[in-house]
């Protein structure tokens, strides 16, 4: 059972930054992809980013040249730095495993809040 822990969300005045991480209890150096998600109240939950394991990276329109999905395999630990941060960016963000045959799980969770 692979479990995920996000940590690092908090409340933030615009312009600010954010680093949020995901700590996972498995080693991630074999998953398919790390991905970040985040749901703001009464809105679907939304893709943000993704790190696949051959190093890809993809990002949400929205979130492009502000945010940066990293993740540090020695530590089986993904990372999202969120610089610029705007209201519209306040949202519970999810930290996401893909792993082989579809295997998927999901954290719990951190609260961003962002005041303008």
């Known amino acids: 059972q692979v479990q995920l822990v996000e940590s690092g969300g908090g409340l933030v005045q615009s312009g600010g930054s954010l680093r949020l991480s995901c700590a996972v209890s498995g080693s991630i150096f074999n998953f398919d992809a790390m991905r970040w998600y985040r749901q703001a109240p009464g809105k679907q939950r939304e893709l943000v980013a993704t790190i696949t394991s051959g190093g890809s990276i993809n990002y949400a329109d929205f979130v492009k040249g502000r945010f940066t999905i990293s993740r540090d395999n020695a530590k089986n630990t993904v990372h999202l730095q969120m610089n610029s941060l705007k209201p519209e960016d306040t949202a519970v963000y999810y930290c996401?495993?893909?792993?082989?045959?579809?295997?998927?799980?999901w954290g719990q969770g951190t609260q961003v809040t962002v005041s303008s």
């Open positions: 996401h495993a893909a792993l082989p045959f579809s295997i998927r799980y």
